[in-house]
T-cell receptor
C-alpha cells in the first residue's frame, strides 16, 4: 500500500517568508509525528498528533512553528517568518496507533531558507 | 552530554564483512530501542525494534540491548553493497511518543 507522502519534496524560500509543509500519513494510522533533520544535529522531535489533537508540542523550537491535523489524516507544519537556521529536512512519520513505537517515515521536505 | 551518542563514522567495510554499529545512552528510562536505515535523500526505514534488554534476530540483522551498560548494538552479517546507508539508533521511554535519535553512522560496503 501507499506509504507516508510529503509535499513539496523541496522548498526554497527567502528569509522572512512563511512556508507550509504537508504530510499525508498511511491510511488508518492514528498517530502522526513531525521531526527535523539538520546537518550535524540528527533527527529532532517536533510534535505528535493523536487524531487531531497534539498532546506533545515540546519539540517545536519557537512560536514561529505551528502544526495542525484535520480529519485525523493530513497534517500541515507551518513556519512563519522563516530564518536561515530553519533550513533542514522536515520528516513526517505515522504509526497505526499511539505507543506502538513503530513509526513509518515519509521521504521528507528539504527546506532551504536563503 | 547528549541523551544518545552514536559514532558518525564513516565506516567502510568490504562486501561480506560483519558490521557492528553501536549507541550508548544516558537515560535509564529508555525502554524501547530501534534501528533505522536511511538511504541518501530518503526517509528513515525501520529495521529492528526491541523492547528492554536482549537480542533480536531478523535475517542478516541482529539487535542487542544491554540496559545495565546502557549500550545497544546492531550487527549486520554478510554485508552487501546495498547495505550502504546511514544507520540511526532511536529509543523512547515508556508512555512517551517521542523518539530520541542518535546522529547516525554512515556505512559503506565496498564490492
Amino acid at each position: 500500500g501507499a506509504g507516508v507522502s510529503q509535499s513539496p519534496s523541496n522548498k526554497v524560500t527567502e528569509k522572512g517568508k512563511d512556508v507550509e509543509l504537508r504530510c499525508d500519513p498511511i491510511s488508518g494510522h492514528t498517530a502522526l509525528y513531525w521531526y527535523r533533520q539538520s546537518l550535524g544535529q540528527g533527527l529532532e522531535f517536533l510534535i505528535y498528533f493523536q487524531g487531531n489533537s497534539a498532546p506533545d508540542k515540546s519539540g517545536l523550537p519557537s512560536d514561529r512553528f505551528s502544526a495542525e491535523r484535520t480529519g485525523g489524516s493530513v497534517s500541515t507544519l507551518t513556519i512563519q517568518r522563516t530564518q536561515q537556521e530553519d533550513s533542514a529536512v522536515y520528516l513526517c512519520a505515522s504509526s497505526p496507533r499511539v505507543s506502538s513505537n513503530e513509526q513509518f517515515f515519509g521521504p521528507g521536505t528539504r527546506l532551504t531558507v536563503l | 552530554q547528549k541523551e544518545v551518542e552514536q559514532d558518525p563514522g564513516p565506516l567502510s567495510v568490504p562486501e561480506g564483512a560483519i558490521v557492528s554499529l553501536n549507541c550508548t545512552y544516558s537515560n535509564s528510562a529508555f525502554q524501547y530501542f530501534m534501528w533505522y536505515r536511511q538511504y541518501s535523500r530518503k526517509g528513515p526505514e525501520l529495521l529492528m525494534y526491541t523492547y528492554s534488554s536482549g537480542n533480536k534476530e531478523d535475517g542478516r540483522f541482529t539487535a542487542q540491548v544491554d540496559k545495565s551498560s546502557k549500550y545497544i548494538s546492531l550487527f549486520i552479517r554478510d554485508s552487501q553493497p546495498s547495505d550502504s546507508a546511514t544507520y540511526l539508533c532511536a529509543m523512547s521511554k515508556a508512555g512517551s511518543e517521542k523518539l530520541v535519535f542518535g546522529k547516525g553512522t554512515k556505512l559503506t560496503v565496498n564490492p
